[in-house]
């Protein structure tokens, strides 16, 4: 079987805030097709590294690439239309607009009609829009609320609108920012079997995640870190049983 061809590269990325270093000289490389996971401790750098990645934060040194190509100076809306998505920890989404609206809004990078596809006559590419959008809430199972407010929906669903939102873009990377924070048991199983149908369908997913059983489930590569730096990395069996890893979380 031929290697999977390398969609995203970090290479040797430092950011400091305050001279205090966020990120010391972190190589990361996320495989096409794959589920990458980031894990550590509170304070090792994962949402640096995520927000250096979407163009949120800019390094003070090194380098990142998406297939090949040098996007370190991109700003996030830049990044976007090449492929690169992110979701957000602390949920940004429009409260006052509804679940559709809002999953429409993410397609914004592709066409200049926005929430024009919602008028009485929409144009072909509109309703190619809109049948893109619905089909968004179907996968992250929010059709029956199309038309409720996204600020009324629970808070696990505010985070499965988000990634719906994100596919909307058609993104070739998805970088998640911790996806099962506030969810229920049975919310959890379902974003595991989420990205699963999503990784079968050839998207490249980075996620962030303190639940070790949904990295354990999803990730076919994990990446650890603690205080900025690298702490290990490899197949999720063996990194997440490890004892440096046991050592970084508990203190052991």
Request: glycine content about 12%; proline content about 4%; charged content about 20%.
């Given at each position: 079987m031929s290697p999977l061809a390398e969609l995203l590269r970090v290479t040797a990325v430092t950011k400091r805030f305050q001279g205090v270093e966020a990120l010391a000289d972190i190589d990361l490389a996320v495989q096409e097709g794959t589920v990458h996971g980031v894990v550590g401790p509170n304070g090792a750098g994962k949402t640096t590294l995520l927000n250096v990645m979407?163009?949120?934060?800019?390094?003070?040194?090194g380098r990142i690439e998406l297939a090949g190509r040098d996007i370190t100076r991109l700003t996030p809306q830049l990044?976007?239309?090449?492929?690169?998505?992110?979701?957000?920890?602390?949920?940004?989404?429009?409260?006052?607009?509804?679940?559709l609206e809002n999953v429409l809004?993410?397609?914004?990078?592709?066409?200049?009609?926005?929430?024009?596809s919602l008028w009485p006559f929409p144009t072909p590419q509109e309703r190619a829009l809109r049948a893109e959008a619905e089909a968004a809430l179907e996968l992250f199972e929010l059709a029956p609320y199309r038309s409720r407010r996204a600020a009324e929906l629970p808070y696990g669903l505010q985070k499965q609108l988000e990634m719906a939102r994100a596919m909307a873009a058609r993104p070739r990377v998805l970088l998640l920012d911790e996806p099962a924070a506030g969810m229920t048991t049975d919310g959890r199983h379902a974003l595991v079997e989420r990205l699963h149908e999503l990784r079968g369908q050839g998207l490249t997913i980075v996620v962030v995640e303190h639940?070790?059983?949904?990295?354990?489930?999803?990730?076919d590569h994990v990446t650890v870190l603690n205080f900025g730096r690298t702490l290990t990395e490899g197949p999720p069996a063996v990194v997440l049983a490890g004892d440096e890893v046991r050592t970084a979380y508990l203190g052991t």
């Open positions: 979407s163009g949120y934060v800019r390094p003070d040194a990044r976007v239309p090449l492929g690169l998505v992110r979701t957000f920890q602390n949920i940004r989404l429009y409260g006052g607009l509804t679940v809004l993410g397609q914004h990078t592709r066409a200049r009609t926005g929430l024009r639940d070790m059983d949904v990295i354990a489930k999803v990730c």
